[in-house]
């Protein structure tokens, strides 16, 4: 069974640009989840998103939105680029929503703002 | 609110020498309780997980018991290898918290021949 999948591995992006960073949920996982890795600050939450829905967001600003698919695949879009945003974006799936069902992450997407 | 402390590293061990990666937890509720695991250059791996007091998670001879009395969720392994050199990373999630799980800062374990 395949995992989650992300694309791309690697961006380089300017500041001020736009990125868009995918994910592919396991096969038959309704919800998906982006998180950022940023050197220093740890893993955050960034969105949830379960049947094409935004059910939470993190503390993070607007330029920061994603859409989830009616295949359930997901994109996180970074508008307006700024160097702080460097960082492992990381996705993950479940099978549902709820403080019992395991989320399992893609190899995530390095993303460099020079 | 909901919070995950993890012991700081690195931790810096010989190859089968024991491990211990101390992980205690501030939760409303009953949370359940996971072990992720990061090797260089890579995404989250999920090792094990519990999800109510008492339970233990195991695999890969890694293993945790939920001690709800102790808010407590300690990793250990036996006899740890050069191929377990990683970050690990204990994390919660809560039925208050909407899906979203909350994680410690990591620690980062070297193994050494």
């Known amino acids: 069974e395949a995992g989650v999948t992300q694309s791309p591995t690697h961006l380089i992006k300017t500041r001020g640009q736009q990125a868009t960073l995918r994910c592919s949920p396991i096969?038959?996982?309704?919800?998906v989840y982006w998180y950022q890795q940023a050197l220093g600050l740890g893993l955050q939450f960034l969105l949830w998103y379960d049947e094409g829905e935004e059910r939470n967001r993190g503390n993070f600003p607007p330029r920061f939105s994603g859409r989830q698919f009616p295949n359930y695949s997901s994109e996180l879009n970074v508008n307006a680029l700024e160097l702080e945003d460097s960082a492992l974006y990381l996705c993950?799936?479940?099978?549902?929503?709820?403080?019992?069902?395991?989320?399992?992450f893609g190899p995530g997407t390095r993303l460099l703002v020079l | 609110g909901n919070s995950v402390t993890q012991m700081e590293g690195p931790v810096t061990l010989s190859e089968e020498a024991f491990l211990t990666i101390n992980c205690t937890y501030t939760a409303t509720g009953y949370p359940s309780l996971f072990w992720y695991v990061q090797y260089p250059g890579e995404g989250l791996q999920l090792l094990l997980k519990a999800t109510k007091a008492d339970d233990k998670g195991s695999n890969k001879g890694f293993e945790a018991t939920y001690r709800k009395e102790t808010t407590s969720f300690h990793l250990e392994k036996g006899s740890v290898q050069v191929s377990d050199s990683a970050v690990y990373f204990c994390?919660?999630?809560?039925?208050?918290?909407?899906?979203?799980?909350?994680f410690g800062t990591g620690t980062r374990l070297q193994v050494t021949l």
């Open positions: 993950a799936s479940s099978l549902g929503a709820g403080a019992r069902e395991t989320q399992y």
């Open positions: 096969s038959g996982h309704t919800s």
């Open positions: 994390a919660q999630l809560n039925t208050g918290t909407a899906s979203k799980l909350t």
